[in-house]
DNA sequence: GTCTATAGCAGGATAGAC
DNA sequence: GTCTATCCTGCTATAGAC
């Protein structure tokens, strides 16, 4: 007679849960019986499919994290080959970027917010993962803008400070997720898809010409 | 015969190194047995004078954070007012927040990171001081930038926009505070005073005039 | 006010039946 | 592979001696 929930399902089960609840409440907020329950396993599957619950932590980013992390740089490039120039000018490479990580495409409005929350509390409190994180996802996602916006020749500006330009817009990017606390208090406005796509065209136009320098008649968000 | 440790010093040791711990490892990574042990207290001294541990995180904000915050609400007036042109144009407010906020001044650079830290957290994920953060520092804060920035009439952007601007300078304000694990392992340079100053002047010059509006070639709206 | 001792409980991990 | 029962550690909070 067959399983109700076969292995490998439930290692995915758990995976998912394990995911959802990390990206919640980080490492040490969540404990092995909750993500159990919510994966509708016994107690003892954590250990017995990822041998401890630091494992388990390490697996979702082995697992699941990774994976999504590749998706976003493949739409990264798909959005910089869609605006057509070649070589792509530093207002197609940071629209192609904002788009393929803040816009729905790819992923679930959900998936992509757990997939930043809980790259944010690695970069913030590094702990097994951030090595992964950093050599797998965010250093060739550097290297790849530094390249572009390097062709581009970006005014005068120096390898470090186009590195420093690229941490701004990933600040921004970043942190129009993890304060959704905050931003929403204080602006009353639900977090939802007219409100981020107002934040991505913000952080393009912001991202290029600033506070002062716009274009003239500039693009900006309209209503 | 005088008590080595009087009351009131006890309390204030444990403030002190509550507010250490519970900024580097948050509110579930600290144990109350580290705090004492840190504040050469007793175990049982957090019950008594605060007590519960989450009283005492409650206290740490109002008792240190705040009156921080005030300094450094104080500090950004007087760089504003510092700066002389009245009123203050967009570039002297936001080179006033950076610096009031980033640089060595009213507050050590240990402290300054404690303080970031604690808001991060709150801002992400809120607790019982969220509101006293919200209110009590930033609201007045954004309101008052807000004034500034509209009396400069910004561009032709709306209150709304001039929001989504202001959490853009502090998004990056906070990640380069909160980051700094992804941006030294990054650009291999040591967080240090040579490197904050750069980060400063990076902030101010991104914020006005962005990627591509530089002062020299993209006068738009009156500087 | 300070300290020791401990109650009382939650957590991660494991042994062993099925 | 799955599940129950349990061990053991480490936590917050408190009682009560000094």
New interface residues.
């Given amino acids: 007679m067959e399983n109700l929930h076969p292995a490998d399902e439930t290692q995915e089960r758990i995976l998912t849960e394990a995911e959802i609840l990390f990206a919640q ?2 490492f ?2 969540v404990t092995v019986r909750e993500v159990t329950e919510a994966a509708h396993a016994n107690l003892a599957s954590v250990n017995y499919y990822f041998g401890s619950k630091q494992n388990l932590y390490l697996e979702v980013f082995k697992k699941r994290w990774l994976p999504r992390a590749r998706q976003l740089n493949q739409a990264f490039d798909k959005n910089v080959a869609g605006a057509g120039s070649d070589p792509p000018g ?2 197609e490479v ?1 629209e192609a970027l904002a788009r393929a990580v803040l816009e729905e495409g790819v992923m679930s409005e959900d998936e992509r917010f757990r997939h930043h929350q809980l790259m ?1 509390r690695e ?4 702990s097994d993962a ?1 090595d992964l994180v ?1 050599k797998e996802a ?2 060739p996602m ?1 290297e790849k803008m530094t390249r572009y916006f390097g062709r581009a020749s ?2 005068r500006r120096t390898d ?2 186009i ?3 690229i ?2 817009v ?3 990017v ?3 997720n ?2 959704r ?3 929403s ?3 009353g406005e639900p977090y939802d898809k007219g409100f981020m796509a ?2 991505v065209s ?2 393009v136009d ?11 008649d ?1 693009p ?2 309209a209503p």
Same sequence: chains 1, 2.
């Fill in positions: 409440k980080g040490r907020g530093i207002p940071v944010s970069l913030a409190e590094p951030f950093i965010i250093r550097i970006l005014g470090r400070e590195a420093l330009c941490f701004s990933m600040g921004m970043l942190y129009f993890f304060a606390p905050l931003i208090t204080v602006t107002r934040v913000h952080i912001f991202s290029l010409y600033g506070l002062l320098g716009r274009k003239e500039a900006c968000s």
